[in-house]
């Protein structure tokens, strides 16, 4: 009896290890598994995308805009680049585009945050506006506005092309600020899509 009683807190002590131990692997197991594959995948997918486009983006980008390890894909004909996202598996264009010989002649982002900001220029006309990149669509959240021959300027939340709504200029402050989430302004490069430079860059 007294060795059958035994036997059995041996065996429940045995349990007990297995059990934390099994628990400790599924907590202290490496998460990058799944996001080093949906990332390998996203550049296999952005290198086919860009071969099948050579005749019209002859240089293209990668830069970490949203808040994951999987790059976005900059595809750059002349000066304008254009924003490309890897989303639900699939190349995903979010057809939202920056001229840089009409304004800033970098593409200024800020790492991580889904933010971007454009600041350019149409004919008398300045504008400046800070888009956000979430769940493979793009958004303005808050731009400026005004004319090179006088000082006034009006700053709105809201998308260019949608619901928009005028604020003050310190409120325009404000949320630029939250937006980028104290992170500094990066800015992407660009390499020759060719297969060498899909090969060397597109990694």
Not at 14 to 37: C, G, K, M, Q
Not at 54 to 68: A, P, T
Not at 80 to 102: D, F, M, P, Q
Request: with cysteine.
């Amino acid at each position: 009896m007294v060795l059958k009683n035994a036997s059995q807190k041996v065996l429940s002590v045995l349990i007990a290890l297995v059990l934390a131990v099994s628990a400790f692997i599924a907590v202290d197991a490496p998460p990058t598994i799944e996001a080093v594959s949906k990332r390998t995948k996203a550049i296999r997918a952005y290198k086919k995308y860009l071969k099948n486009n050579e005749d019209n983006y002859y240089e293209f980008g990668l830069v970490y805009l949203d808040n994951n390890d999987i790059p976005e894909l900059l595809t750059k004909e002349g000066s304008v680049v254009s924003i490309c996202t890897y989303y639900r598996g699939k190349v995903k264009e979010t057809y939202y585009a920056v001229n840089l010989n009409k304004g800033d002649s970098k593409f200024t982002y800020y790492k991580k945050s889904g933010i971007y900001k454009v600041l350019g220029y149409h004919y008398e006309t300045w504008y400046e506006s800070y888009n956000k990149l979430s769940k493979g669509k793009v958004k303005t959240k808050v731009f400026a506005t005004g004319t090179f021959d006088s000082t006034s300027a009006k700053y709105y939340k809201g998308e260019i092309n949608g619901k928009k709504t005028q604020i003050s200029k310190s409120k325009f402050k404000f949320l630029v600020k939250k937006y980028k989430k104290g992170k500094k302004a990066s800015y992407a490069k660009y390499y020759s899509n060719t297969e060498s430079g899909r090969k060397k860059h597109c990694k």
